[in-house]
């Protein structure tokens, strides 16, 4: 069975077809970033899926902020996490630490009270933003001269329904407005009035600020609870890391602990750390390889005998260093090695061998650039 078809990440086996599917929820970064991004996400789901089974939770799908209810599984993953991480509660110290080191965070925005008078542009082209233009600064120029009419011209003039109210915007904080809008009143003072129409994408604006309210200090009693809040998320984010890292380093001691069907279904993996505990597995396979790979088994015994030590505890020995210490890409080398085999644990095992005392084929090209 070809090696392509198979990969092998935190402990789980799981097939390329599913891991292309998920793909298209991963966009951007190159293909193997996708790739592993993907058989990552759905190593996850499965060892979480596995630990909700293994405690034997149960779990009604809710719906999230946006309204969109969860899927059965989603469901499951929530209630495992929920189950299993318990980040510590954040103390008082902590939280005036955050406050102490970082008081800019803890300030209120700078507000404005502000009113306009708005000229929308009539059609296309130049010739429309022009007479908007004109329009916009006529009326300006009344209001420098009598800023007392504000309220009136902007109920005759502007193309805004604030102009019922005297063009009055109300209160205003960061983002409430079109960013050259924002600007141009950060220069204003308040009672003053724009000398020029400032353009945004609704027309051109006649501006006036009423009021600027001041950014301020927030006492940490106000804030406490928002920090504390904060802290806790991120416990709880880096103890759900934590859980899951533990759960994939359980899952590669036992080998692979975990398969997933093309079909999404969990079984239990190739279970080679038993196998490294049955006395019978390494003799098993030296016999093994006594009528399969008689070279190999040379290897075996020759390393065997440079240690010291006896062929079946060398490979047991080998073995065990490879459960704790192989990368994804070697468990996908081994678990691909193992497919469709006769005796696919012993295949496995002889992969491992392999990996260790049969040196890498060179690869050559016919152009050798400069």
């Given at each position: 069975?070809?090696a392509a078809?198979?990969?092998?990440?935190?402990?789980?086996?799981i097939?390329?077809?599913?891991?292309?599917?998920?793909?298209?929820?991963?966009p951007?970064?190159s293909?193997?970033?996708?790739r592993a991004a993907?058989?990552?996400?759905?190593?996850?789901r499965?060892?979480?899926?596995d630990?909700a089974?293994?405690?034997?939770?149960?779990?009604?799908?809710?719906?999230?902020?946006?309204?969109r209810?969860?899927?059965?599984?989603?469901?499951l993953?929530?209630?495992?996490?929920?189950e299993?991480?318990d980040?510590?509660?954040?103390?008082?110290?902590?939280?005036?630490r955050v406050?102490?080191?970082?008081?800019?965070?803890?300030?209120?925005p700078v507000?404005?009270?502000?009113?306009?008078?708005?000229f929308?542009i009539?059609?296309?082209?130049?010739?429309?933003?022009?007479?908007?233009?004109?329009?916009?600064e006529?009326v300006?120029?009344?209001?420098?001269?009598t800023?007392?009419?504000?309220?009136?011209?902007?109920?005759?003039y502007?193309a805004?329904?604030?102009s019922?109210?005297?063009g009055?915007?109300?209160?205003l904080g960061?983002?409430?407005l079109a960013?050259?809008?924002?600007r141009?009143?950060?220069?204003?003072?308040?009672?003053?009035?724009?000398s020029?129409?400032?353009r945004s994408?609704?027309?051109?604006?006649?501006?006036?600020?009423?009021?600027?309210i001041?950014?301020r200090?927030?006492p940490f009693?106000?804030?406490?609870?928002?920090?504390?809040?904060?802290?806790?998320?991120?416990?709880?984010?880096?103890?759900?890391?934590?859980?899951?890292?533990?759960?994939?380093?359980?899952?590669r001691?036992r080998?692979?602990?975990?398969?997933?069907?093309a079909?999404?279904?969990?079984?239990e993996?190739?279970?080679?750390?038993?196998?490294i505990?049955?006395?019978?597995a390494a003799?098993?396979?030296?016999?093994?390889?006594?009528?399969?790979d008689?070279?190999?088994?040379?290897?075996?015994?020759a390393?065997?005998?440079?240690?010291?030590?006896?062929?079946?505890?060398w490979?047991?020995?080998?073995?065990?260093?490879f459960?704790?210490?192989g990368d994804d890409e070697a468990?996908t080398r081994?678990?691909?090695?193992?497919?469709?085999?006769?005796?696919p644990?012993?295949?496995?095992?002889g992969a491992i061998?392999?990996?260790r005392?049969?040196p890498?084929k060179?690869?050559?090209?016919?152009?050798?650039?400069?």
């Amino acid at each position: 069975m070809s090696a392509a078809r198979y990969f092998v990440t935190d402990g789980v086996q799981i097939p390329e077809s599913l891991i292309a599917q998920e793909s298209q929820n991963h966009p951007g970064g190159s293909p193997e970033e996708v790739r592993a991004a993907a058989a990552h996400a759905l190593a996850v789901r499965a060892l979480l899926l596995d630990r909700a089974a293994e405690l034997g939770l149960t779990a009604e799908p809710e719906l999230d902020d946006r309204g969109r209810e969860e899927t059965p599984e989603e469901a499951l993953v929530r209630a495992v996490l929920a189950e299993e991480v318990d980040p510590e509660v954040p103390s008082e110290t902590e939280c005036r630490r955050v406050y102490d080191a970082t008081p800019g965070r803890f300030r209120t925005p700078v507000l404005y009270e502000a009113s306009h008078i708005l000229f929308a542009i009539e059609g296309d082209g130049e010739t429309a933003v022009e007479a908007a233009r004109l329009a916009a600064e006529t009326v300006g120029q009344m209001l420098q001269e009598t800023p007392a009419r504000f309220a009136g011209l902007a109920l005759a003039y502007s193309a805004c329904p604030s102009s019922g109210v005297g063009g009055s915007l109300g209160q205003l904080g960061p983002g409430d407005l079109a960013p050259e809008v924002e600007r141009a009143f950060t220069v204003l003072l308040p009672g003053q009035i724009s000398s020029a129409p400032v353009r945004s994408r609704f027309g051109w604006h006649i501006l006036r600020l009423d009021r600027r309210i001041d950014s301020r200090q927030l006492p940490f009693e106000q804030v406490a609870g928002r920090i504390r809040m904060h802290l806790e998320s991120r416990a709880w984010i880096a103890g759900a890391v934590q859980y899951v890292s533990d759960l994939a380093a359980r899952a590669r001691s036992r080998g692979v602990g975990l398969v997933i069907s093309a079909d999404g279904d969990l079984s239990e993996g190739a279970t080679l750390g038993d196998m490294i505990a049955d006395t019978a597995a390494a003799p098993r396979l030296l016999s093994w390889l006594a009528a399969t790979d008689a070279d190999l088994l040379a290897r075996v015994e020759a390393a065997a005998g440079a240690d010291s030590a006896a062929p079946a505890d060398w490979v047991r020995a080998a073995v065990a260093n490879f459960v704790q210490g192989g990368d994804d890409e070697a468990w996908t080398r081994v678990i691909s090695a193992a497919q469709g085999a006769e005796d696919p644990a012993l295949s496995a095992l002889g992969a491992i061998l392999k990996s260790r005392l049969v040196p890498a084929k060179a690869t050559f090209t016919l152009i050798r650039r400069r």
